[in-house]
Structures are given as C-alpha cells and as structure tokens.
C-alpha cells in the first residue's frame, strides 16, 4: 500500500504492455481504471466460488474461482501510501459504481437489486470500522 506504483501515485495508468504471455485476464468482472484507494480486509475467514458459467456465458465474465470474504476484522483504506479520508473512500467507490450499475443492469432487475443492497452493506461496514 505504500510502496506500490499503482496505488500511490494517482496518475500512473495500469500498466498493460510487457506483461507475460501467460497472464490471463482476472475472474468474474473488473475495473480496468485506478481507484484512487485500495481496501485492507483482514478477516478470519473466507470462501471460494467458481465464476458461474451462465455468467460468462450470458453476462461476459472472465471464468475462474473468485473469494467471498469472510466479516472483516479490521477494515483499512489507503490513497497515495497514507490512510484515505472518508471523502476519498466514497469518491473511489462512485468511479467504479457506473461500470457495475450497467453491468447489473444488463443482468436485470434482480441484479440491480443485489448490487444496491450490496453497497448498503459495505456503506455500513465502513461506518462500523472506520
């Protein structure tokens, strides 16, 4: 977190020439653009999950096995190698929400539905830790 390139220098755009040959694209859906701030979730417990294949099929997800991660312990935000402020923490999570809306939207309502409950969930988690 505050060594990283990626994570503390704002303008650095991700870097997509000289990678290897092997590398394959990241399970289920992703956000291509620097969030501006990066999550700690230190927990105790976790689970994984295969990428449904109806997903990639219908929806375009990449395949693969993906986390569900277990109630946080401890949640810890990052901008530029140093603890992000509240404000900073809500405008990363509106730079990736109209990727996800249109990707949920095209799911359809249920989909929709899911997302909005979802970010209701971690809103209140970031109330609870930070």
């Keep these: 977190m505050r060594a990283c390139p990626f994570l503390t220098q704002l303008e650095e755009a991700r870097r997509t020439s000289g990678l290897p040959e092997e590398?394959?694209?990241?399970?289920g859906f992703s956000l291509a653009h620097n969030p501006g701030v990066a999550l700690v979730w230190i927990t105790r417990s976790y689970r994984l999950w295969e990428v449904p294949a109806d997903a990639v099929r219908e929806a375009g997800a990449q395949p693969g096995v993906l986390f569900e991660m277990g109630e946080p312990l401890t949640i810890e935000c990052y901008r530029e190698g140093r603890e992000a402020t509240r404000a900073e923490i809500a405008a990363a999570i509106e730079r990736g929400l109209p990727y996800l809306r249109e990707?949920?939207?095209?799911?359809?309502?249920?989909a929709v539905a899911d997302l909005?409950?979802?970010?209701?969930?971690?809103e209140a988690l970031l109330e609870q830790h930070l």
Aim: aromatic share 4%; charged share 15%.
């Design 23 to 27: 590398m394959s694209k990241a399970p």
């Design 103 to 110: 990707t949920a939207m095209s799911q359809g309502p249920r």
């Design 116 to 122: 909005l409950a979802q970010l209701r969930a971690f």
